[in-house]
T-cell receptor, first 113, second 114 residues
Framework: ELKVEQNPLFLSMQEGKNYTIYCNYS?????LYWYRQDPGKSLESLFV?????AVKQEGRLMASLDTKARLSTLHITAAVHDLSATYFC?????????????FGKGTKLSVKP | DTGVSQNPRHKITKRGQNVTFRCDPI?????LYWYRQTLGQGPEFLTY????????KSRLLSDRFSAERPKGSFSTLEIQRTEQGDSAMYLC????????????FGPGTRLTVT
């Protein structure tokens, strides 16, 4: 059974600090997705990583993928309060047929002044 | 707004009643997905369609659940004889399929079974 594990599950940061969220998954997948969810809201797509070594950056967030290690990271640079949200990683559970996504439990990020 | 839309946004029902949710995907997207999310958890896959064909169903989708996508446009998810354990957020997503792997999510329907 494909499993996706994120850590940490909870993260309290001070503004201006850097931190990394880790996402490990248990089977081969060439695609990994990062989503953001604000309380009571739906999921917003942040990054789609399509191959080994892929790196994408948007503002203070940078995501990378190592398919050999089955690991993706989401790095936060100089955090600001607006980044407070829950971040999910997900992998394709259908062997590449773009069916279901398998999500991690999410990392709840709180950025404090 | 050309994003994924879902109706209703909230539904409160009594145990044993039937409920139906609707999802309208982004117009050119041929794939449509249903997920369920409970508090503090990530979304869990229920089923997906390519055009009008239902291609995959999760074991979470008991025989009380049925989904349709007539004509390959909007989709409905029906839950019969609701149970308190069905209380969750039901999320719909759509994608272009082989053209793009990215799934775009709707705002969700929050179901409360009393």
């Amino acid at each position: 059974e494909l499993k996706v594990e994120q850590n940490p599950l909870f993260l309290s940061m001070q503004e201006g600090k850097n931190y990394t969220i880790y996402c490990n998954y248990s089977t081969t997948s060439d695609r990994l997705y990062w989503y953001r969810q604000d309380p009571g809201k739906s999921l917003e797509s942040l990054f789609v990583l399509l191959s080994n070594g892929a790196v994408k950056q948007e503002g203070r967030l940078m995501a990378s993928l190592d398919t050999k290690a089955r690991l993706s990271t989401l790095h936060i640079t100089a955090a600001v309060h607006d980044l407070s949200a829950t971040y999910f990683c997900a992998v394709d559970g259908s062997g590449g047929s773009q069916g279901n996504l398998i999500f991690g439990k999410g990392t709840k990020l709180s950025v404090k002044p | 707004d050309t994003g994924v839309s879902q109706n209703p946004r909230h539904k409160i029902t009594k145990r044993g009643q039937n409920v139906t949710f609707r999802c309208d995907p982004i117009s050119e997207h041929n794939r449509l997905y249903w997920y369920r999310q409970t508090l503090g958890q990530g979304p869990e896959f229920l089923t997906y369609f390519q055009n009008e064909a239902q291609l995959e169903k999760s074991r979470l989708l008991s025989d009380r659940f049925s989904a349709e996508r007539p004509k390959g446009s909007f989709s409905t998810l029906e839950i019969q004889r609701t149970e308190q354990g069905d209380s969750a957020m039901y999320l719909c997503a759509s994608s272009l399929g082989q053209v793009s792997y990215e799934q775009y999510f709707g705002p969700g329907t929050r179901l409360t079974v009393t």
